[in-house]
């Protein structure tokens, strides 16, 4: 009986993360599915690889000598088979991220990478959600309030929110300071839906009564709308600031509301053998690093 190579990869993932869970967000299957390719990896070879707590799995003596002996094979396999498959295609890179971020930092940035790189094709894929990423892409850009679990992550910069709306309605509210809040629609993404709150508590503001919250499933929906004049929005800094310079919006108040939203790249864990993924990680951290994107 032949071993499936996808039961080995599961056993090798999960033996680095000892958790099932985690090894399934990984290889883009369902906890349940990696269990069951692991049992019957362990039925196959009539032994016991993991030793299942209630909560937790960890290695038996004999799964990790299985695995000391097994994932070198498995890692140069995978490299080997990357190696063949792009040979016989142009090289190729789908990157999957929040749509905002693309809008406002990567595509202004992109013709830069494609100028220097004009033998390597790109495919962009925006998502919507926090922490979305997209179960195609070789790497993924993604928001998370932690860092992601995943094979390897680079931190790339922490954003912050500003108050912030459109020179009209700015020239009526600035006077009447923090009232303005309470007479004047608030804007923000759902995907933070206390946000204005934790702003207002950061200021001490005790009577902060907001006359209406209106959210949005996009944050180009939320800037959009500050420009339109529709009310006050929180917008992040720093992917907002061609929104400033441009004057298409104004900062309302200085106070900034930090938080543990950070943009991290995720680098998949079969790419060490293609040199453009490789090449094209390095240049998206240098290139949206907080450095970079602050000088």
Known sequence: ??????????????????????AASQ????????????????AQLGLTLFK??????????????????IHP????????????????ENKSIVISLPEFFASELF????????ANNPNINLQLETVKAKNDASQTADLSIVLASGQPNASIVQPLFPIS????????LYKKLKVQGFDALKNTPLLLHRARPWSWHQWANNLDLADFDPKQI????SMYGVARAAQQGMGIALVPLPMSKSWFSEELLVKLFDQELNTKDRYYLIQHENMAAR??????ASWVSSTFSIEALYA
């Open 107 to 114: 595509i202004p940035k992109l013709s830069e990478w494609s």
């Open 275 to 280: 040199a453009e993924l490789n090449l094209f």
């Open 214 to 217: 209106i959210q949005f499933d």
């Open 1 to 22: 009986m032949q071993t499936p190579i996808r039961g080995l990869r599961s056993f090798c993932v999960a033996s680095k993360c000892l958790s099932f869970k985690h």
């Open 161 to 168: 929110y500003v108050p912030a709306c459109n020179k009209q």
């Open 27 to 42: 290889l883009f299957l369902t906890p349940s599915a990696v269990s069951h390719q692991i049992k019957q990896l362990e």
């Open 73 to 88: 094979i498995v890692h140069q396999l995978e490299e080997t088979i990357a190696d063949f498959s792009h040979k016989q």
């Open 52 to 69: 299942r707590n209630t909560r937790s799995i960890e290695l038996t003596r004999v799964g990790k000598q299985f695995y000391q002996s």
